[in-house]
T-cell receptor, first 114, second 113 residues
Framework: DTGVSQDPRHKITKRGQNVTFRCDPISEHNRLYWYRQTLGQGPEFLTYFQNEAQLEKSRLLSDRFSAERPKGSFSTLEIQRTEQGDSAMYLC????????????FGPGTRLTVL | GEDVEQSLFLSVREGDSSVINCTYTDSSSTYLYWYKQEPGAGLQLLTYIFSNMDMKQDQRLTVLLNKKDKHLSLRIADTQTGDSAIYFCAESITDMGRRALTFGSGTRLQVQP
């Protein structure tokens, strides 16, 4: 399977704990995006990377959230001091350079904060 | 500002046509998209239309864009039970290097046999 992959698929944590998610984009896609989707809503944009540079951040990305893409390949999204309101599906997408109007989504990581 | 709105629910009989509607507010939209999400699955890009087009057809799917009214629709011909899913409309504005997609809340399509 050569699509976008995300790990883990599910994460249950207690309030106050830190969590980290990983996204592996489609090979050679230089653009990578993170979105958050809560129940009954559409995905909301969080941040976007072009290679290793983080070029756009949503105001939804509070200071408890940090995303990295150190080598321009996989990316991690860390949430510190999780709150119950962080419970959501975290989606990753990627797109190739020069054809970046098509974003291909991974299966998501479902986070439940107890 | 950016805001994308969709009706919440649509029910059709198998074999009928489905029409899912979407309105958006930002006239700077460059591309408009339709994504499909099945339970437990990620978002699947169905089709998209560039803002200078009025219509795009792809097999059973027809997208109509009315820029004046900021209205986008997706017509699915000969709807099948496998088309049951949530359909999201999304817009992108690619000026100033922006790449974020703005999604609607989704329309749940139920296809009755």
């Amino acid at each position: 399977d050569t699509g976008v992959s995300q790990d883990p698929r599910h994460k249950i944590t207690k309030r106050g704990q830190n969590v980290t998610f990983r996204c592996d984009p489609i090979s050679e896609h230089n653009r990578l995006y993170w979105y958050r989707q809560t129940l009954g809503q559409g995905p909301e944009f969080l941040t976007y990377f072009q290679n290793e540079a983080q070029l756009e951040k949503s105001r939804l990305l509070s200071d408890r959230f940090s995303a990295e893409r150190p080598k321009g390949s996989f990316s991690t999204l860390e949430i510190q001091r999780t709150e119950q309101g962080d419970s959501a599906m975290y989606l990753c997408a990627s797109s190739p350079e020069g054809w970046d109007h098509e974003q291909f989504f991974g299966p998501g990581t479902r986070l439940t904060v107890l | 500002g950016e805001d994308v709105e969709q009706s919440l629910f649509l029910s059709v009989r198998e074999g009928d046509s489905s029409v899912i509607n979407c309105t958006y507010t930002d006239s700077s939209s460059t591309y408009l998209y339709w994504y499909k999400q099945e339970p437990g699955a990620g978002l699947q890009l169905l089709t998209y239309i560039f803002s200078n087009m009025d219509m795009k057809q792809d097999q059973r799917l027809t997208v109509l864009l009315n820029k004046k009214d900021k209205h986008l629709s997706l017509r699915i011909a000969d709807t099948q039970t496998g088309d049951s899913a949530i359909y999201f409309c999304a817009e992108s504005i690619t000026d100033m290097g922006r790449r974020a997609l703005t999604f609607g809340s989704g329309t749940r399509l139920q296809v009755q046999p």
